[in-house]
């Protein structure tokens, strides 16, 4: 089955631009027409759907989000990234990237000087 594993720093300051990794083990981030995103979910929050990457390398964002981030993708190391710019407080959250059924063990981020 797919695994996917988060990696990125835990704190992050105001106006910095966070940046996460998903590496993808037993999956082809170019193959089977899917769709790898990148969730969140703030504290006390429900989850919110940031973006995507698909098979063809298109990405798509969440609107209220979307002038801030952006999606890419290393198919030689089969990952792809978030990078969020200008972050507040309010980007704290769990970030988990996600295909199918399949979800990453999340990683935490807080956004605090």
């Known amino acids: 089955q797919v695994q996917l594993q988060e990696s990125g720093p835990g704190l992050v300051k105001p106006s910095q631009t966070l940046s996460l990794t998903c590496t993808v083990s037993?999956?082809?981030?170019?193959?089977?027409?899917?769709?790898w995103s990148w969730i969140r979910q703030p504290p006390g929050k429900g989850l919110e759907w940031v973006g995507n990457?698909?098979?063809?390398?298109?990405?798509y964002y969440t609107p209220s989000l979307k002038s801030r981030t952006s999606i890419s993708r290393d198919t030689a190391k089969n990952q792809f990234t978030l990078q969020l710019s200008s972050v507040t407080p309010e980007d704290t959250a769990i970030y988990y990237c996600?295909?199918?059924?399949?979800w990453g063990q999340g990683t935490q981020v807080t956004v605090s000087s």
């Open positions: 990457i698909d098979y063809w390398g298109t990405t």
């Open positions: 996600n295909v199918q059924q399949y």
């Open positions: 037993n999956g082809s981030i170019t193959g089977n027409n899917y769709y």
